[in-house]
């Protein structure tokens, strides 16, 4: 009876290693596939292509803060305005065949007639005086603006020197090719309406991107792909010959 009941117990011993040996054999299991499903994501996010290798949002992009929610419509009332304005200034100037000069001085003009009128005639009319309140420009956004001008001056200056120095053969192919597009454009135009144009791009096509965005980079990546396929060829075939001849010109 001693020896049935050791052998029976040795029995429950054994089955009951078995499936604490399943129960971590699936917790592992369970957990390896957690990682993987955790890593996954991660991995696919990584591979996914942005255009011009963007990696921020498109709010900080633009710079954030108010110009950048503007430009995406995040408050559609002061957007509209700006626009809305812009579009009318465009026909004022354009359509109108109104001049800057003639506006400036036509609005002076009624605006200090009314304030000189009403200022002498308030004793007849029973109307209190205007008051005309002291303006003073602020002094700090004028340096915001003119800091951020000098900012991107600057890195004008050093890309052109970049290209003036021979260092970069396909910047220097890239600038060439927008002054010739943005010459042919300027003779369609002028540059008021080139001005507007681009106001009207910078507020619908960031906010149409950001709305798109998913269907746009895939679309960006295959044309990016090609680009560089083609801008090999043309390496190949023309700007390394380009390179030898040169170097052959200065050797002799």
Same mark, same amino acid.
């Given at each position: 009876?001693?020896?049935?009941?050791?052998? $029976?117990?040795? $029995?429950?011993?054994?089955?009951?290693?078995?499936?604490?040996?399943?129960?971590?054999?699936? +917790?592992?299991?369970?957990?390896?596939? +957690? +990682?993987?499903?955790?890593?996954?994501? =991660?991995?696919?996010?990584?591979?996914?292509? *942005?255009?011009?290798? *963007?990696? %921020?949002?498109?709010?900080?992009?633009?710079?954030?803060?108010?110009?950048?929610?503007?430009?995406?419509?995040?408050?559609?009332?002061?957007?509209?305005?700006?626009?809305?304005?812009?579009?009318?200034? !465009?026909?004022?100037?354009?359509?109108?065949?109104?001049? =800057?000069?003639?506006?400036?001085?036509?609005?002076?003009?009624?605006?200090?007639?009314?304030?000189?009128? !009403?200022?002498?005639?308030?004793?007849?009319?029973? %109307?209190?005086?205007? &008051?005309?309140?002291?303006?003073?420009?602020?002094?700090?956004?004028?340096?915001?603006?003119?800091?951020?001008? *000098?900012?991107?001056?600057?890195?004008?200056?050093?890309?052109? *020197?970049?290209?003036?120095?021979? &260092?970069?053969? %396909? %910047?220097?192919?890239?600038?060439?090719?927008?002054?010739?597009?943005?010459?042919?454009?300027?003779? !369609?135009?002028?540059?008021?309406?080139?001005?507007?144009?681009?106001?009207?791009? #910078?507020?619908?096509?960031?906010?149409?991107?950001?709305?798109?965005? +998913? @269907?746009?980079?895939?679309?960006?990546? @295959? $044309?990016?792909?090609?680009?560089?396929?083609?801008?090999?060829?043309?390496?190949?075939?023309? =700007?390394? @010959?380009?390179?030898?001849?040169? #170097?052959?010109?200065?050797?002799?």
């Amino acid at each position: 009876m001693a020896e049935h009941s050791e052998s $029976a117990g040795s $029995a429950v011993e054994s089955m009951i290693e078995k499936i604490s040996e399943k129960i971590h054999e699936h +917790d592992s299991s369970s957990s390896d596939s +957690d +990682d993987d499903q955790s890593v996954s994501p =991660l991995s696919v996010k990584a591979k996914i292509y *942005r255009i011009f290798g *963007r990696e %921020k949002p498109v709010h900080m992009v633009l710079g954030g803060g108010k110009p950048a929610d503007v430009f995406l419509w995040r408050n559609k009332k002061i957007s509209a305005s700006v626009l809305g304005g812009a579009t009318a200034i !465009w026909v004022f100037f354009e359509l109108l065949e109104y001049h =800057l000069l003639t506006l400036v001085c036509h609005v002076l003009i009624l605006a200090l007639a009314i304030l000189f009128l !009403w200022s002498n005639a308030h004793t007849f009319i029973n %109307k209190t005086p205007p &008051r005309i309140p002291e303006v003073h420009l602020p002094e700090e956004p004028f340096l915001q603006v003119a800091a951020a001008l *000098r900012i991107e001056i600057n890195r004008g200056f050093v890309v052109l *020197r970049d290209i003036m120095t021979g &260092r970069d053969l %396909k %910047k220097f192919l890239i600038v060439i090719a927008g002054f010739w597009v943005l010459s042919i454009v300027g003779s !369609w135009c002028n540059f008021l309406t080139l001005f507007y144009i681009s106001f009207v791009l #910078l507020h619908t096509v960031p906010v149409l991107y950001e709305k798109y965005e +998913d @269907k746009v980079d895939p679309f960006a990546e @295959k $044309a990016m792909i090609e680009i560089k396929k083609q801008y090999a060829v043309f390496d190949a075939k023309v =700007l390394s @010959k380009i390179r030898k001849g040169s #170097l052959k010109g200065k050797l002799a």
